[in-house]
């Protein structure tokens, strides 16, 4: 099962947004372009498969931790970001 889900598995492609060696800034507007696009593609009555590239990204980038805590604060309610 490991070994499947390692075959599949690649880092997310450079994005000139963030040059630099630090990925913080894009693991968290991946993570925010994730739920915008579920949002609108849902709102649309839309398939949200083309949405899954951010996933993608922001789960190879971001510590678990944190999009633990982001789902969370969203699902209260709390969460600081727009979407």
């Known amino acids: 099962m490991l ?8 880092t997310p492609p450079f994005d000139p947004r963030f040059p ?4 913080t ?5 991946n993570f925010l372009d994730f739920h ?10 839309k398939d949200s498969s083309p949405c899954d590239y951010y ?4 789960h190879s980038l971001c510590p678990l ?12 309610g709390t ?3 727009k979407i």
């Open 55 to 58: 996933r993608k990204v922001y």
């Open 65 to 76: 931790s944190w999009v633990q805590r982001w789902t969370d604060q969203i699902r209260e």
């Open 36 to 45: 915008r696009c579920t949002k609108i593609m849902k709102r649309r009555g």
């Open 20 to 23: 630099n060696q630090n990925q």
């Open 25 to 29: 800034r894009n693991c968290y507007q």
């Open 79 to 81: 969460f600081p970001g």
């Open 3 to 10: 070994e499947s889900a390692m075959s599949n598995y690649s």
